[in-house]
């Protein structure tokens, strides 16, 4: 069964393999998923049609996100990372730049050591007004599952066929980023050598700083799909290593 998601614009602390305690921030609607990827190992599950979506407001996120921080402050509270993540891809919100100024002023005045970061499937880094908002995060953590259309089709099922080549080069316009890539088995996988291949070759195209190899942790979408092993974890990262030089951090 797949986790519930998120109720508010604000949520956690969550613990996690990657990125120690962070807050959580949800710039979608609660109890709503809004993505336009419908990946099969998704946590939340699939995505559901829905029609008149309304987002959060900036000044909502804000509130939210200061008396959590202001909490944090009177019980001594450390986070590594605020990041922004939540019920789908959070770029999608039509006013993500003007979030992203919003939520760095905040930390600036509440809490001036706390990174922020963003975990986004990437398909929308070919606009140059979200890459210059991605820009001003502490850490810009982007999706590559796959090396080729048809086995990007296959597992992340996005709602245009195209979005892999124009992610790719929106990758390859971006600066300083990592790249997170989920592997894992069964029907469809992405561990086979010829698809590992493909994307490392895509990987190298965009030249991220680090790539982070992970797998499946939760119950997935698609109970067709399971984890990776440790073993084909490490044996990916050392193929990327070969062949690139590019550092990959299994997790």
Not at 133 to 156: C, H, I, S, W
Not at 165 to 170: H, I, L, Q, T
Not at 232 to 237: F, G, K, P, Q
Request: hydrophobic residues 40%; glycine residues 6%; proline residues 8%.
């Amino acid at each position: 069964m797949t986790i519930p998601l998120q109720t508010a614009a604000v949520y956690g602390p969550v613990r996690s393999r990657r990125f120690g305690v962070s807050l959580g921030i949800n710039l979608l609607p609660p109890r709503q998923k809004v993505c336009n990827f419908d990946c099969v190992y998704c946590q939340y599950g699939r995505v559901p049609f829905v029609e008149g979506v309304e987002f959060p407001t900036v000044r909502e996120v804000v509130s939210e996100a200061a008396a959590r921080l202001a909490e944090a402050r009177i019980g001594r509270q450390e986070f590594d990372w605020m990041m922004i993540a939540g019920n789908g891809e959070p770029t999608l919100h039509p006013k993500f730049p003007e979030m992203v100024d919003a939520l760095i002023s905040l930390r600036d005045r509440m809490m001036p050591r706390l990174a922020i970061g963003i975990l986004s499937n990437a398909s929308t880094c070919r606009q140059p007004v979200v890459r210059a908002a991605l820009a001003q995060l502490d850490g810009r953590y982007m999706k590559l599952d796959a090396g080729t259309e048809p086995l990007f089709g296959a597992v992340n099922r996005p709602t245009d066929a195209a979005e892999w080549e124009r992610s790719v080069e929106g990758l390859r316009a971006m600066k300083d980023l990592e790249l997170q890539s989920m592997f894992f088995e069964g029907e469809p996988q992405n561990t086979d050598p010829a698809c590992v291949d493909d994307w490392i070759d895509a990987v190298k195209k965009i030249g991220p700083n680090t790539v982070q190899i992970y797998t499946i942790d939760r119950p997935p979408a698609d109970p067709r799909v399971r984890p990776a092993s440790r073993e084909t974890l490490d044996r990916i990262a050392d193929r990327l290593f070969e062949r690139t030089g590019i550092q990959g951090s299994v997790s």
